[in-house]
């Protein structure tokens, strides 16, 4: 059963923004704090942001003042906004609960920066 499905990755130029979105299910966006995540191939997933319930947020230093995390309570969506991308931000994005449990992974959404 599918309960996380990220979209909104694609390829851009450096300097570029993409908006990725995650829609999750009510049972778990309502109680948990949610993550955005990436990946690059051979090193371990990293968390970008998370965002509390009521709408706090944290970053890592390597986006701070780039990205952006927002939620939709109202439509069980949790997005990322992210500016002024850098070719270091190409990954794998996947959302998650924070802390991230094992049966949430999804696909995710392939971020490629091009220089």
């Known amino acids: 059963q599918v309960q996380l499905v990220e979209s909104g990755g694609g390829l851009v130029q450096a300097g570029g923004s993409l908006r990725l979105s995650c829609a999750a299910s009510?049972?778990?966006?309502?109680?948990?704090?949610m993550g955005w995540y990436r990946q690059v191939p051979g090193k371990q997933r990293e968390l970008v942001a998370r965002?509390?319930?009521?709408?706090?947020?944290v970053y890592a230093d390597s986006v701070k003042g780039r990205f952006s995390i927002s939620r939709d309570n109202a439509k069980n969506t949790v997005y990322l906004q992210m500016n002024s991308l850098r070719p270091e931000d190409t990954a794998v994005y996947f959302c998650?609960?924070?802390?991230?449990?094992?049966?949430?992974w999804g696909q995710g959404t392939q971020v490629t920066v091009s220089s």
């Open positions: 965002i509390s319930i009521g709408g706090s947020t």
């Open positions: 009510r049972s778990i966006f309502s109680a948990n704090i």
């Open positions: 998650n609960t924070w802390p991230s449990r094992a049966a949430y």
